[in-house]
């Protein structure tokens, strides 16, 4: 009798043992945004939160939290990557084209335009799109073949948007890390060799850009971010040639910027959570300023 009471009072306690256990697993593995606490001895507290672009709209909603929006509105400053006000139409445009008047199929091989003719007509047959035909452009070919990857994405969520938005009726000061015309310029020393081999690496526009968001996302919810740095340096194989150029000296100069605000403010800072991993990431160059770090998201 003691036996099988003690049997049964055992079966139970890993009975409920286990139902924890499952809890306390699925609570671990649920998806979350990143991010980070930071703040100098005596400083005011400021807000990091890793972003993606890749990120469809329904699984951004699900991974907002009162943690979040607190460390937000708790926040003095906004800041994120491109400085819309002091960004520069002209200047972009003329940054974005191959210049001296040329177009596209004048700066390229007959056989190299061909096969972008025919990825752009493949292309169309099957997404709806407003991309012109490559015929007539005069962008450079690594932003026209950027035209293309990056169009007709409203299925993901705006992360500058949705903060922007929240952040002017709350009289926030704004701001960010490099304007529109800086950033294009960042891809300047990217050979035109270079971007033919990045046309040849794509192949089939449809095909790249649903594997990359797909496997983007999933990376991302399952909390990868560095193989998600990993991924991106392989999916776009010019970042990786460049890497001083396109991130790590980019990273260097935007920690100053952020520096000089969160010393004085308490900012919430939104950026790719790619930069805060890898080789000469953000997250290393704010610690050695002094700061502490501490995910608590």
Known sequence: ????????????????????????????????????????????KSYILGTTEYLAKDSAKLLFNNLIIDAFDSA???ITQIDIQNSDFMKTKQVLEIGSGLTIIESLSDSDFQLLKTMKSEWDASVKNSVPAPDSMRLKLLFYLQDVLYHNNQN?????????????????????????????????NVSLEEQIDFMYHIQDFEKFTKSLRSD?????LEGKYEELQILYS????YVK???????????????EKLSMVMDTASVFVTLDVVHFHGEDNMMDKLLSKGYKAKRIN
């Open 234 to 237: 392989e999916r776009f194989p």
């Open 1 to 44: 009798m003691l036996n099988t009471l003690f049997s049964k009072i055992l079966f139970l306690s890993l009975f409920v043992l286990l139902i924890f256990s499952c809890k306390e697993e699925q609570k671990n593995e649920s998806p979350s945004m990143p991010l980070w606490e930071l703040s100098k001895d005596g400083g005011k």
């Open 216 to 220: 983007v996302q999933k990376l991302y």
């Open 156 to 188: 993901s969520f705006y992360f500058d948007m949705f903060w922007s938005e929240r952040a002017m009726p709350m009289g926030k000061t704004m701001g960010g890390l490099e304007s529109y015309q800086a950033f294009y310029k960042g891809f300047e």
């Open 241 to 255: 040639s460049h890497y001083s150029e396109l991130v790590a000296d980019k990273h260097t100069k935007w920690t």
């Open 76 to 78: 003095e400053v906004y």
